[in-house]
């Protein structure tokens, strides 16, 4: 997985955050500051040690409340076996991978934690401990910052209405590297566009076809 040191501002999958509402999404450029936590790589070495009761619990409350950057490419856990590494909400029946979301957590006025949502797996399995500042943000977390309007949500974000609004997008197949040109309306939340984009890529790359990553919107 891609590695950021915490609490360096190393964050740079992505210029734009792209938000989830009911209606559709919102995609802008943030003019927070943000901050990685969480980022972790089997070639680094990371903090563990006991976090305190509920913290868990807590981020998990935060994956998807509310959902940031989704379908923007599958990590899998490198601590995992590779047969178990894909990462399933606990709270989705396994049909929700934790690896395509990542979440936002507000540390103080412009400037908000970006960690994969992975890291309520890596809390919770694997025994990492965020640090401090995070940890106190977490348990602090109000989810009403992405409510607009926001001075976290800039006023010039495009955005996407569900079934209205069509999109390319371009996924690289993490195997080969071959890129490819999805188009697509989405219609619900996260899974025809996840469904769509693996079907396709089977049909391009058969080898390859079940790892993909997002490289970024066609604009
Ligand atoms: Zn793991
Ligand atoms: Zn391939």
Known sequence: MTYFAD??????LFDHDTVRYEWGTLDYRPRYERLSVGWLDASQPFDTGPVPDGFADALLDIVGNPAVNETRGLHRCEFCPSDTSLIADPRSDGESWLAFREIRVPARPGVMFAAPA????????????????????VQHYDAGWATEPSPWIPPDGERAVWGRTARNVMLRCVRCGQ???????PDEPGRRALSLATQQLREQCPDHGKEWEFCDKVR
Do not use: G
């Open 7 to 12: 609490l360096t501002h190393a964050y740079s």
């Open 118 to 137: 992975l890291i309520w797996h890596y809390v919770s399995a694997h025994a990492y401990r965020p640090p401090a500042e995070f940890v106190e943000a």
């Open 179 to 185: 890129k490819f040109e999805l188009h697509y309306t």
